[in-house]
């Protein structure tokens, strides 16, 4: 037996103190608002913007007995465990769509944790579904379970009844499924230990129940890791041989992490909102393939096309007979005033956009938007207007209107995979 004093806890097995304070703050809150022992866990992660004075980072922190949730800019929060774990929920599947080598070079949204938090998930998850590992056990029976017809034939005497031999008697086999074995509790602690400290960031409750098991000898994770590797090399089915190598991989990576604090989240939330929101806004209209493209004339008087430099809407929609249609520019900005507005390159690049689309459907109607996070507008509409006498050129370069979305109704639709149908009136109306 390995003896307390001997061992090494894993930070996340049972050492956390049960979490009683939940802080909620904003991405680009300003540093000095929060308290000392978060801000130097920003600080030193690097979860800062360019300027250094604003936290640039959506997710949860969490130190001793303390949740810090950084919520994306303009959120407003309803329930706290419950925007937590959506929060966390939308974190967990953006990731999932985009760690794959196929989308690998949409990376630039820096996922922070968020591997060792898919792999607990996924532990949590299979608990819920199977229940903790069991060991089978099969043993000899008579008269009981399934009929072993050699061994009857061998070891039974059989009587004559109309012409036809019967066996009053049967050898048969039984199976019984043990749970109190040491790879049994293994993970019946890891279990209890992972959902203590992330049952109710994921889920919004806790679901572990199995409190009849007792502890492993020990719980040092050498120990763990040791036995669990030589109980795979016991096991044969799928779910057993993923599950055991499951809980290695976990222990292995906490092993590893000699990081007091654990951060779970995205430091780049703007490649978060503007996906969720291609997602979640119907009326899709799939027309990147079709606009034009940039085409350079040489010298000899040839010319050279770039596709792979062409134009890259972020949404197209429109109404089913694509009379009407909305190019939307999703804007993780804060625009409470004129200085988070978009800028110069922003206004260009829509202005174009809606021309182009314009000479593909010359007979639809048009419109343009910048949608920003947020439940109280302050921009309307953004205009061109003539220095020399102050009129606006809409006839000109268009207009693009404004709208806000709260980002918790965004990741709730997104978590759900549902659409915003209330959003087709706003961008699809007539007038």
């Given at each position: 037996?390995?003896?307390?004093?001997?061992?090494?806890?894993?930070?996340?097995?049972?050492?956390?103190?049960?979490?009683?304070?939940?802080?909620?703050?904003?991405?680009?809150?300003?540093?000095?608002?929060?308290?000392?022992?978060?801000?130097?866990?920003?600080?030193?992660?690097?979860?800062?913007?360019?300027?250094?004075?604003?936290?640039?980072?959506?997710?949860?922190?969490?130190?001793?007995?303390?949740?810090?949730?950084?919520?994306?800019?303009?959120?407003?929060?309803?329930?706290?465990?419950?925007?937590?774990?959506?929060?966390?929920?939308?974190?967990?599947?953006?990731?999932?769509?985009?760690?794959?080598?196929?989308?690998?070079?949409?990376?630039?949204?820096?996922?922070?944790?968020?591997?060792?938090?898919?792999?607990?998930?996924?532990?949590?998850?299979?608990?819920?579904?199977?229940?903790?590992?069991?060991?089978?056990?099969?043993?000899?029976?008579?008269?009981?379970?399934?009929?072993?017809?050699?061994?009857?034939?061998?070891?039974?005497?059989?009587?004559?009844?109309?012409?036809?031999?019967?066996?009053?008697?049967?050898?048969?086999?039984?199976?019984?499924?043990?749970?109190?074995?040491?790879?049994?509790?293994?993970?019946?602690?890891?279990?209890?230990?992972?959902?203590?400290?992330?049952?109710?960031?994921?889920?919004?409750?806790?679901?572990?129940?199995?409190?009849?098991?007792?502890?492993?000898?020990?719980?040092?994770?050498?120990?763990?890791?040791?036995?669990?590797?030589?109980?795979?090399?016991?096991?044969?089915?799928?779910?057993?041989?993923?599950?055991?190598?499951?809980?290695?991989?976990?222990?292995?990576?906490?092993?590893?992490?000699?990081?007091?604090?654990?951060?779970?989240?995205?430091?780049?939330?703007?490649?978060?909102?503007?996906?969720?929101?291609?997602?979640v806004i119907p009326g899709e209209l799939p027309l990147n393939s079709k606009l034009p493209i940039p085409t350079y004339k040489t010298e000899s008087g040839s010319f050279l096309d770039c596709p792979q430099k062409g134009q890259r809407t972020d949404i197209i929609i429109s109404d089913t007979h694509k009379t009407r249609i909305a190019v939307i520019d999703a804007k993780y900005y804060d625009t409470s005033n004129i200085s988070g507005a978009p800028g110069w390159p922003d206004l260009v690049k829509q202005f174009f956009y809606?021309?182009?689309?314009?000479?593909?459907?010359?007979?639809?109607?048009?419109?343009?938007?910048?949608?920003?996070?947020?439940?109280?507008?302050?921009?309307?509409?953004?205009?061109?207007?003539?220095?020399?006498?102050?009129?606006?050129?809409?006839?000109?370069?268009?207009?693009?209107?404004?709208?806000?979305?709260?980002?918790?109704?965004?990741?709730?639709?997104?978590?759900?995979?549902?659409?915003?149908?209330?959003?087709?009136?706003?961008?699809?109306?007539?007038?």
């Open positions: 037996m390995i003896h307390p004093q001997n061992t090494h806890e894993l930070n996340y097995l049972g050492s956390r103190d049960k979490i009683v304070n939940v802080h909620l703050s904003h991405d680009r809150d300003y540093l000095e608002a929060l308290p000392l022992k978060i801000k130097l866990v920003i600080e030193k992660r690097g979860l800062v913007t360019p300027s250094g004075n604003k936290v640039n980072f959506c997710g949860v922190i969490l130190i001793e007995d303390s949740i810090y949730a950084f919520f994306p800019r303009k959120t407003i929060f309803i329930n706290n465990r419950h925007n937590i774990s959506v929060l966390i929920k939308t974190i967990r599947k953006y990731h999932a769509l985009f760690s794959s080598p196929l989308t690998s070079d949409d990376d630039g949204a820096e996922m922070i944790g968020v591997d060792r938090l898919s792999l607990i998930t996924a532990l949590l998850e299979d608990y819920s579904i199977n229940g903790i590992y069991s060991e089978r056990q099969s043993y000899k029976t008579t008269n009981s379970g399934k009929p072993n017809w050699s061994r009857t034939i061998n070891r039974q005497s059989p009587v004559s009844s109309g012409g036809n031999l019967v066996y009053l008697d049967f050898e048969s086999q039984m199976r019984r499924y043990n749970t109190d074995s040491e790879i049994s509790k293994i993970h019946s602690y890891i279990i209890k230990s992972i959902d203590h400290n992330y049952g109710q960031l994921l889920f919004g409750k806790q679901r572990f129940n199995e409190h009849h098991i007792a502890q492993p000898i020990s719980v040092d994770d050498k120990y763990l890791i040791m036995k669990l590797k030589k109980g795979l090399s016991k096991v044969y089915s799928d779910r057993d041989i993923w599950l055991l190598r499951s809980l290695i991989e976990l222990l292995m990576k906490t092993h590893d992490d000699k990081q007091t604090d654990e951060v779970i989240g995205v430091k780049h939330f703007h490649y978060v909102w503007e996906y969720m929101l291609s997602r809606a021309r182009a689309v314009k000479s593909i459907f010359p007979s639809a109607i048009i419109r343009n938007y910048f949608i920003f996070p947020g439940t109280k507008p302050f921009l309307k509409s953004a205009h061109m207007k003539s220095r020399k006498n102050l009129s606006l050129l809409d006839a000109e370069y268009g207009v693009i209107e404004c709208t806000y979305l709260c980002p918790a109704k965004v990741m709730d639709a997104f978590n759900k995979n549902s659409k915003l149908y209330d959003l087709e009136e706003v961008f699809l109306r007539s007038s």
